[in-house]
T-cell receptor, first 115, second 115 residues
């Protein structure tokens, strides 16, 4: 069965510092990979997604992620964090089913930004 | 264009009761998916509807059910509520299939508390 691991429950960074959130997956076929952000009291917002092609994916809000098949990873990065980036971040892998896809989410990483 | 709306936003029920939650997708979107988010289990896929048909279902008991109407609005129902059903229920819509290349847009969720 597919699974997604986000090893870091919390990450604290200073504003302006770089950020990398880790995500590892287990899936037998070519994965469809996603990163979502959830601010307090809000639903999820898609940051970026990977289906095929270039393994470096650009997303919204200055985020990017790199798919590394050999490491089964899809880490999220941002060169300079802003205080407004403080939120919960979820990695997800989608597997095909019934003409669509079913997502499996990681447990999330809470990002704390210090001024 | 209006986003995904969910009603009600907050709900308090007692054990044994049943509850119905509503989701109105973005205009023109035909796929609606439901998710349960709890601190213990994280984000879990409940089911997906497309053109009034359930296309996928997650690993939840039969007490959880849903439907989609011809205008793409969707409802989910939970019968015989248990304390463990307390959660944030998220709805997401996309223009076609649930989790393919089309981006899913999430609503703010309905916070259900079971006493």
């Amino acid at each position: 069965a597919q699974s997604v691991t986000q090893p870091d429950i919390h990450i604290t960074v200073s504003e302006g510092a770089s950020l990398e959130l880790r995500c590892n997956y287990s899936y037998g076929a070519t994965p469809y990979l996603f990163w979502y952000v959830q601010s307090p009291g809000q639903g999820l917002q898609l940051l970026l997604k990977y289906f095929s092609g270039d393994t470096l994916v650009q997303g919204i809000k200055g985020f990017e992620a790199e798919f590394k098949r050999s490491q089964s990873s899809f880490n999220l990065r941002k060169p300079s964090v802003h205080w407004s980036d403080a939120a919960e971040y979820f990695c997800a892998v989608g597997f095909a089913s019934g003409g669509s896809y079913i997502p499996t989410f990681g447990r999330g990483t809470s990002l704390i930004v210090h001024p | 264009k209006a986003g995904v709306t969910q009603t009600p936003r907050y709900l308090i029920k007692t054990r044994g009761q049943q509850v119905t939650l509503s989701c109105s997708p973005i205009s023109g979107h035909r796929s609606v998916s439901w998710y349960q988010q709890t601190p213990g289990q994280g984000l879990q896929f409940l089911f997906e509807y497309f053109s009034e048909t359930q296309r996928n279902k997650g690993n939840f008991p039969g007490r959880f059910s849903g439907r989609q109407f011809s205008n793409s609005r969707s409802e989910m129902n939970v019968s015989t509520l248990e304390l463990g059903d307390s959660a944030l229920y998220l709805c997401a819509s996309s223009s076609s299939s649930g989790f393919s290349t089309d981006t899913q847009y999430f609503g703010p969720g309905t916070r259900l508390t079971v006493l």
